[in-house]
């Protein structure tokens, strides 16, 4: 089983910039890709950073320019930087990742999973 601890939220003044991180540990894994994701009250989850296997990043119009996600493979961490926040940002920030894990007697599993952080929440004041 896998573990991923959050970490990074906190309050901010708008302008401002925070560092987020999620690092996974357990049994033997690797991570496909990792996703940001927020939500805010009465909104629904957006995705707001992925980066791929490859090293590929995407973003909505809203972060982009501001977010930036990025990974240390070693590490099986990643992180989300953003800078220049703005009130909007405010919401819970989760990380995502998409894990293999190996099956002895057998390889790499053909399947993946989804893992999610516990969230961490970050405010952004006017």
């Known amino acids: 089983q896998v573990h991923i601890v959050e970490s990074g939220g906190g309050l901010v003044q708008a302008g401002g910039s925070l560092r987020l991180s999620c690092a996974a540990s357990?049994?033997?894994?690797?991570?496909?890709?990792w996703a940001w994701y927020r939500q805010a009250p009465g909104y629904q989850r957006e995705l707001v950073a992925g980066i791929s296997s490859g090293g590929s990043t995407n973003y909505p119009d809203s972060v982009k320019g501001r977010f930036t996600i990025s990974r240390d493979n070693n590490e099986n961490t990643v992180y989300l930087q953003m800078n220049d926040l703005k009130a909007e940002d405010t919401a819970v920030y989760y990380c995502?990742?998409?894990?293999?894990?190996?099956?002895?007697?057998?390889?790499?599993?053909?399947?993946?999973?989804?893992?999610w952080g516990q969230g961490t929440q970050v405010t952004v004041s006017s």
């Open positions: 357990g049994s033997t894994f690797r991570i496909n890709a």
């Open positions: 995502q990742a998409d894990i293999q894990y190996y099956l002895i007697g057998t390889g790499w599993d053909t399947r993946s999973y989804e893992f």
